[in-house]
């Protein structure tokens, strides 16, 4: 399968815990999402890499919020000390350099904090 | 201000018929991307069809097709002939810029629900 693959595909954790999700986009492109969706609601950007360079933050990434794609493959968004509103399903989308081309989406993390 | 706007929160269509689900969008810049996604409730954003801001012609994708009005920043999604595997929620996005550059940016979404 060469689509974009999510890990893990859920995970409960409680509150003030560590979290590391990973993603590893269709292996020909350069360009990477973080996006957050919660329930009822459409996705609301995170994030963006081009190859290893983090290009975009959004204001809602807070500073518990971290992402990196070191090698400008697989990509990782940790959040640190989590609160119950992080709870959401984080997506993760790739793309190729060009401009007329789609983002396909991973099949997300969902993310429950107890 | 929204830059994707979806008046829609939900639309009901019966079987084999069309719908038009609604995007209007809001950008200054001349090079853009709009782009049509479904999400079944199994989760995962399937993509739909795509209309670049130069396009001439209307997109169309089998049983999909945008109504894409430039003037009227709006770039409504038609689906024909209407399955109950359309029931999901339908997502409008742009991208912006010179090469698209910019993030995508999601409209709030249409949950369409197809009665059989």
């Known amino acids: 399968d060469t689509g974009v693959s999510q890990n893990p595909r859920h995970k409960i954790t409680k509150r003030g815990q560590n979290v590391t999700f990973r993603c590893d986009p269709i292996?020909?492109?350069?360009?990477l999402y973080w996006y957050r969706q919660t329930l009822g609601q459409g996705p609301e950007f995170l994030t963006y890499f081009q190859n290893e360079a983090q290009l975009e933050k959004s204001r809602l990434l807070s500073d518990r919020f971290s992402a990196e794609r070191p090698k400008g493959s697989f990509s990782t968004l940790e959040i640190q000390r989590t609160e119950q509103g992080d709870s959401a399903m984080y997506l993760c989308?790739?793309?190729?350099?060009?401009?007329?081309?789609?983002?396909?989406f991973g099949q997300g993390t969902r993310l429950t904090v107890v | 201000a929204q830059k994707i706007t979806q008046t829609q929160p939900g639309m009901f269509v019966q079987e084999k018929e069309a719908v038009t689900l609604d995007c209007t969008y809001d950008?200054?810049?001349?090079?853009?991307?709009l782009f049509w996604y479904k999400q079944p409730s199994s989760g995962e954003m399937i993509f739909l069809i795509y209309q670049g801001s130069y396009d001439q012609q209307n997109a169309t994708e089998g049983r999909y097709s945008l109504n894409f009005q430039k003037a009227r920043k709006s770039a409504n999604l038609v689906i024909s002939a209407s399955q109950l595997g359309d029931s999901a929620m339908y997502f409008c996005a742009m991208r912006e810029g010179p090469n698209y550059g910019q993030n995508f940016v999601f409209g709030p979404g249409t949950r369409l629900s197809v009665l059989p």
């Open positions: 950008t200054s810049d001349p090079s853009y991307g």
């Open positions: 292996s020909e492109h350069n360009r």
């Open positions: 989308a790739s793309s190729s350099r060009t401009g007329n081309t789609e983002a396909f």
